[in-house]
C-alpha cells in the first residue's frame, strides 16, 4: 500500500496542476458568450433578386481574462436535418449604424451588442423551412489558429411560420423563455434596421 507521503504528494500535485491550468485560462481568456434574450431569422433582396438570409441577435461577449480578448470574427452555422448553411458575414450594430465588423475586442466586463449574420452572395441560397434547427456560434480569438465553439442553440419553426417567412419583409422572432428554457417563436415584421445597404456591398450593387 502507498505510503501517506505518496498520497500528500499526489494531493499537491493535483492542486498544483489545477491552479496552473486555471491560471492558463484566465490569462488567454476563452470568450464566452451570454445566453441571446432574443434571436431574428429575417431575408432580404438583393438589386440582382438574389434572396440573402439573416439571422440577428442581441447578446453579450466577454472574456475570463483581466486584459480581454480581441476577436477576428465571429460566424454563425444553421443545422436543420442534413442541411447546414454558413453565416459567415459578420456585423454588428453601434449608434445605430449596421457595420461590418474587422474585429472586436470582448473585456472581461462583457460587451452587449446586437450581432447580424448573412449568407453569402455567392454561395446558394438558405430558406428557413419548417422543423428542428442547430444555431451554433462560433469566434475566431486574434493569435489563435482554431475557431472556438460559443454556444449552441435550438429552436423550431413550424409550417405556418415558414409560409409566412417566403412573403417579403416578414421574419421570425425567437424570446428565450427562461422558465420553459427554449426560445418561443412569433412572426415579426417590422424589421429595422434594414441590411439592404450591407448585402448590397456583398453582392457588387454599388
Keep these: 500500500m502507498p505510503s501517506p507521503e505518496i498520497f500528500a504528494a499526489l494531493g499537491a500535485a493535483l492542486i498544483g496542476f489545477s491552479i496552473a491550468l486555471w491560471a492558463f485560462r484566465t490569462y488567454r481568456g476563452d ?3 451570454a445566453q441571446p434574450s432574443y434571436i431574428l431569422l429575417d431575408q432580404d ?6 434572396r440573402i438570409s439573416e439571422v440577428r441577435l442581441r447578446t453579450a461577449l466577454f472574456s475570463a481574462s483581466k486584459r480581454g480578448v480581441v476577436i477576428d470574427y465571429l460566424t454563425l452555422w ?5 442541411e ?10 453601434n449608434k445605430q449604424c449596421l457595420r461590418e465588423s474587422g474585429g472586436l475586442l470582448a473585456p472581461k466586463e462583457g460587451v452587449v451588442l446586437e450581432h447580424h449574420f448573412l449568407t453569402e452572395t455567392e454561395g446558394p441560397e438558405f430558406e428557413f423551412k419548417s422543423g428542428p434547427y442547430e444555431m451554433v456560434i462560433l469566434a475566431k480569438p486574434a493569435g ?3 475557431l472556438q465553439k460559443l454556444s449552441s442553440l435550438y429552436f423550431v419553426i413550424n409550417d405556418y411560420q415558414a409560409q409566412q417567412m417566403r412573403k417579403s419583409a416578414m421574419g421570425l422572432c425567437l424570446r428565450w423563455d427562461p422558465k420553459h428554457r427554449c426560445y418561443q417563436s412569433d412572426i415579426e415584421s417590422n424589421l429595422k434596421p434594414s441590411v439592404t445597404p450591407l448585402v448590397e456591398e456583398h453582392a457588387g450593387g454599388h
Excluded: D
Design 31 to 33: 470568450v464566452k458568450l
Design 78 to 82: 444553421l443545422r436543420r436535418g442534413e
Design 144 to 146: 489563435s489558429g482554431r
Design 45 to 50: 433582396t438583393t438589386s440582382q433578386g438574389k
Design 84 to 93: 447546414e448553411a454558413n453565416f459567415s458575414v459578420w456585423a454588428y450594430l
